[in-house]
């Protein structure tokens, strides 16, 4: 379906439902976008995806329902209801409101309609063992982001004694008990950490977890555990203890605000040299995006709970950022920053330390004339070539932001096909973005 935002109320009236609209165009979404002004506005962040969908694991773990405030209507979350609905889970989804009653599940066998769209339904496995004594899914699916492998889950779940058996792309996981255990990640995952925070919360005993990852989610959902009466100690911090408890009961809780559309958007008006204010913005998690953004020559201040950012200065080039574990530069803004840098005169350079091959959206930036040169691990950028709008296709979730980055600075139109794959992690972007002033359609 194609929609024009034509009136200004759009952008004031909470009619817009982007819920039935965002199903429809899973299987062919095409963003339009003519670039060259500079954003200006105000938009309100949305709820974290990387906080929300361990969240909904974790209201698994009770009999008792669970509702989740401020959750983002997004793809993943959507599909990660319909998962759960056909395990017998009661879920609802009204304005931001997720309701999850997982009192009468009725099977463990997860299928691979949706477990293949998205890697966190891995975290499932252990998760759902906590109550039931065996669990069957398809192989994650998520971006094509480098190999994804799910080693260190598999390994995890070995160490509270369960078995697992693959066949024909499908793993069945089984359990006579689940038995505390003492575990130390090879390397920090943030969705290894969760899925054995999860399979521990429920198991018989003590569990300790070393080198564990410290991303702001693993506190969130931390939080939520504990207030749903789970025994866990040291959560952000890199070691973990973790009292088995018999049972948890349900919550209601609040998914904290999402820094890395926040950091999306804030390369979104640097990129267009604008004035954007991120009401609600997560800014005590935005230290290093905001240390990198005050380097290009961004200014920003935060009054009442609003991060105002001033791009009119923006003009230094990043000689040699490296993506990190939190706290350090997120690795999930990284496209989104290789964007931003194409429009700054001067060579830019980054460092991919998180994943393997997360340069997939260069060659597309390359067709609207961006000057980059990458291999698997480094991209360089020289920057200030002029981008001109063309067909270019989406391959994942935050290469397909960095393309809408370059799109709204190049001049003419640019067509992003594949851009449900965008939606995936963003709420709203083209009403957010028509509310900044951009001349934007789906
Ligand atoms: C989470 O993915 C996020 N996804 C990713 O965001 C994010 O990029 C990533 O953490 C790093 O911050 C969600 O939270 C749903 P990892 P995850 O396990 O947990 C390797 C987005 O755009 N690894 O921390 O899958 C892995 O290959 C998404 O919102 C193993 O080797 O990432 C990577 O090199 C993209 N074996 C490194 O660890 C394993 O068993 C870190 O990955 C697991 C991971």
Not at 69 to 81: A, E, K, M, S, Y
Not at 163 to 183: F, M, N, P, Q
Not at 356 to 372: A, S
Request: charge should be positive.
């Amino acid at each position: 379906m194609k929609y024009k935002m034509e009136t200004d109320t759009f952008c004031k009236t909470a009619a817009y439902d982007s819920t039935d609209s965002l199903l429809r165009e899973t299987d062919l979404a095409i963003m339009e976008i003519v670039g060259g002004k500079p954003l200006e506005g105000t938009i309100t962040i949305q709820g974290s995806k990387n906080a929300a969908l361990p969240m909904m694991a974790a209201a698994l773990l009770s009999e008792e329902a669970s509702e989740l405030i401020g959750c983002p209507d997004i793809l993943d979350v959507r599909n990660t209801l319909a998962l759960l609905e056909e395990l017998g889970v009661k879920t609802t989804q009204i304005k931001g409101r997720v309701r999850i009653d997982a009192g009468k599940i009725c099977t463990t066998e997860i299928s691979e309609k949706y477990a293949n769209k998205m890697r966190s339904s891995i975290m499932l496995l252990g998760t759902l063992l906590g109550r039931f004594q065996s669990v069957e899914i398809t192989y994650p699916g998520g971006c094509v982001i480098g190999k994804r492998p799910i080693d260190m889950h598999l390994d995890m779940l070995h160490a509270f004694g369960v078995v697992i058996t693959e066949c024909d792309g499908r793993l069945r996981a089984e359990r006579k008990s689940l038995r505390g255990t003492i575990y130390r990640f090879l390397k920090k995952s943030v969705g290894a950490t969760e899925h054995g925070i999860l399979t521990a919360v429920l198991a018989e005993g003590e569990s300790i977890f070393y080198n564990c990852a410290q991303e702001p989610e693993i506190i969130s959902l931390c939080t939520m555990l504990v207030q749903m009466g789970a025994q866990i100690e040291g959560s952000g911090t890199s070691r973990i203890l973790i009292r088995g408890v018999k049972k948890l009961h349900g919550i209601q809780k609040e998914v904290p605000k999402d820094r890395i559309a926040a950091g999306t958007y804030l390369l979104a008006g640097a990129a267009t040299r604008g004035k954007v204010t991120l009401d609600q913005a997560p800014v005590q998690e935005m230290e290093a995006i905001l240390y990198v953004y005050g380097k290009m020559g961004g200014q920003y201040k935060v009054i009442g709970g609003k991060l105002l950012t001033d791009s009119r200065k923006v003009r230094y080039p990043v000689r040699n950022l490296q993506t990190r574990e939190y706290p350090g530069f997120p690795t999930d803004l990284q496209s989104p920053f290789l964007a931003a840098c194409l429009t700054i005169p001067g060579v830019s350079q980054v460092e991919e330390t998180i994943f393997e091959n997360r340069f997939k959206v260069v060659c597309q930036l390359q067709k609207m004339g961006g000057k980059i040169w990458c291999d698997n691990r480094r991209a360089v950028v020289w920057g200030g070539v002029p981008l001109k709008g063309t067909h270019v296709i989406a391959e994942e979730l935050r290469g397909g932001a960095a393309l809408v980055i370059a799109s709204l600075y190049a001049s003419g139109k640019t067509v992003i096909e594949n851009c449900q794959l965008i939606q995936r992690g963003y709420e709203n972007i083209c009403q957010d973005l028509y509310c900044l002033g951009a001349d934007i359609s789906i």
